[in-house]
């Protein structure tokens, strides 16, 4: 439904004053344009006001609140655009960079795109460019801009490079914000089939790029010869890669230029725009029986009686053996060094064996009924490589209690492993078409591919799927797919049979926590292969995406929240006790004490839901 038109009024200064990082605080900001004077009411999305950034709603499309957080990353942006002349543009190559949380992005960027764009810098028509790197996230993010604007057709789309090259030339105002792919930006060069003039009239444009999620692309050469063709362009990006997790010894900051503004995955859990997550570490071998093999290996002993029947040996097994010389995870000392643990002389092959594989199958039926509220809930399984995804599947389909499928990389390479990979995709393909009625081939995979996505996120013909459970899938099996970009407030589950570290853990963890409502209180996470090292990887990557402020970003554990129950039982027996009401009977006489009880019985009913 469309929202009443109500005024949007500039935010009062915050006390703190101050936005992260060294910049002056809001109100002393010298800009050209009055902060009185942001252009929000002209913005082409759907912005009811509010007081927190981005504020989700559960209904069709999604609506976001602007508040006070949105004008601060606005004031950035304007000042820093302001503070260009003409003589400056060269500059604008380097401009900002700019890390928000995944859905949030579409609101915060096109704010921020219109408020650069409406800058005089001399320029003519400006174009707003989402570069993705992937189809389906393409795909994804013209249907979520679309969702914003008042007219569809005011985001377009483009079908290939000529496409792209005509509407960047174009002076139509209906060719502002493009959607397309990294790859067909960079097809743009001097050295093309384009020629200079069309490249000319495109640089004359003022050119805002947003570089949307395109982590293996942005340090290659795509987005090298993009910058090269199109100096003045303007970058904004998502998910920045730091110090810490640096790619080609490069980080985002050295791509991009200086960070501007940050809104980080710990902002938007505090803030309740999206949900923090329950990470469960679920060992499948005991910690003694893998040290002691461990041990054994390096005593070079077969058995630990030869082992301790040896002086050498014997101080090498119990060195082994002793975990506070050799801790379960690898830790980097203080000096620097890096201390192997246990998990780091395991080969992977540990992890390939049946026993392992079925430990974890286990483990996901006997949670399911309880983690997917009786299959409500979607879920992922993340394998470490195609042959353990379809020996998984395998493993799921002996069984035949769950709706299955798997998705991965389809191209045939010539290596001995093409023939059972071929053999393996037309088993899951027919699989899925007996199951639901369907007609899949290789040569439509990404069809295939596109109608698992819409299932699991009930969009396009799938709206109303969970009214039709047979049509639905429980749980989908991945390597590497749809662990980065995919949107489904119906996945509240991860399981992770696979090391992952930095950006892709957060991006695979970030799967799970779109807001659903009090059955959802979380994302939950279970994860089986070196457990101790992912649980550290886990700490690693929420310290450095947080900003080394992780408090509320996880799910307080049972212990605590049946501590809360027990404290607001209380709480709501001595409402009812003061009405003389005895055992529940009937709600309170008076209205005070009845909104009292329903406020403290929604408290009690979250935490209930968080406890189970």
């Given amino acids: ?179 397309t792919s990294i790859q067909k930006m960079s097809r743009i060069e001097e050295n093309s089939s384009y020629n200079a003039h069309d490249i000319e009239l495109i640089r004359d444009k003022r050119i805002v790029f947003i570089i949307d999620e395109a982590h293996r692309d942005v340090f290659g050469e795509m987005l090298r010869t993009i910058k090269e063709t199109f100096p003045n362009a303007i970058g904004f990006t998502g998910t920045p890669i730091h110090e810490e997790n640096q790619k080609k010894m490069s980080t985002t900051s050295d791509v991009f230029g200086n960070e501007l503004h940050r809104y980080s995955i710990a902002d938007g859990i505090r803030d309740k725009n999206v949900l923090g997550f329950d990470p469960y570490m679920v060992p499948t071998y005991k910690d003694r029986d893998l040290r002691k093999a461990v041990a054994l290996e390096k005593a070079k002993a077969p058995t630990e009686a030869a082992a301790m029947s040896d002086p050498k040996k014997k ?109 393996s995709l037309i088993e899951i393909l027919e699989d899925y078409n007996a199951r639901y009625n369907m007609k899949f081939k290789l040569a439509t995979y990404g069809t295939f591919k596109k109608d698992v996505s819409y299932r699991l996120a009930h969009k396009e013909q799938y709206k109303s799927v969970e009214r039709t459970p047979d049509q639905q899938i429980d749980l989908l099996i991945v390597v590497d797919q749809m662990l980065t970009g995919f949107d489904s407030k119906w996945i509240n ?41 992912m649980r550290r990887n886990i700490d690693e990557a929420f310290k450095l995406y947080s900003g080394d402020k992780p408090l509320g970003l996880f799910a307080d554990k049972l212990e605590y929240n049946l501590d809360k129950l027990n404290e607001l039982y209380d709480e709501i027996e001595a409402i009812f006790r003061s009405a003389g009401v005895g055992n529940f009977e009937k709600l309170p006489e008076d209205h005070t004490e009845r909104g009292q009880f329903a406020k403290l019985f929604k408290r009690f009913n979250n935490y209930l839901e968080a406890a189970k």
């Fill in 1 to 179: 439904e469309r929202l009443p038109q109500r005024e949007i009024r500039p935010p009062q200064p915050r006390t703190r004053g101050t936005l992260r990082g060294a910049h002056p605080p809001a109100e002393n900001l010298a800009l050209r344009r009055t902060p009185g004077a942001l252009p929000l009411e002209s913005l082409q999305i759907k912005l009811p006001v509010g007081r927190q950034l981005g504020q989700r709603r559960d209904v069709p499309d999604g609506l976001l609140t602007v508040g006070d957080l949105h004008h601060l990353l606005a004031l950035d942006i304007e000042r820093a655009v302001a503070a260009l002349d003409e003589t400056d543009v060269g500059d604008l190559g380097r401009l900002a960079v700019l890390h928000v949380v995944d859905r949030l992005h579409v609101a915060v960027h096109v704010v921020a795109v219109n408020l650069v764009v409406a800058e005089p810098c001399g320029h003519l028509l400006a174009r707003h460019l989402v570069v993705m790197d992937r189809v389906e996230l393409g795909t994804q993010s013209l249907m979520d801009y679309r969702g914003f604007a008042d007219d569809a057709g005011s985001v377009q789309d483009t079908e290939d490079t000529n496409v792209l090259v005509a509407k960047l030339k174009s002076n139509d105002p209906a060719n502002m914000l493009i959607v």
């Fill in 315 to 423: 101080k090498a097994y119990l060195h082994y053996m002793d975990h506070t010389s050799v801790p379960m995870a690898g830790v980097v000392q203080a000096d620097g060094t890096y201390l192997k643990g246990i998990e780091d002389y395991l080969p992977n092959s540990q992890y390939e064996r049946e026993e392992h594989q079925r430990a974890v199958v286990t483990d996901i039926l006997d949670n399911w009924v309880t983690l997917s509220h009786g299959s409500k809930f979607h879920a992922i399984f993340a394998t470490s490589s195609i042959p353990e995804a379809i020996q998984y599947y395998r493993l799921f389909k002996e069984i035949d209690s769950l709706k299955v499928t798997a998705l991965f990389d389809p191209s045939i390479d010539n290596n001995g492993g093409a023939i059972f990979k071929e053999e």
């Fill in 493 to 533: 589950t991860l399981y992770l049979d696979k090391v992952l570290v930095y950006e892709k853990l957060i991006q695979a963890f970030s799967r799970t926590n779109r807001l659903f409502g009090p059955e959802k209180p979380f994302g939950t996470i279970r994860y089986y292969r070196k457990p101790y090292t």
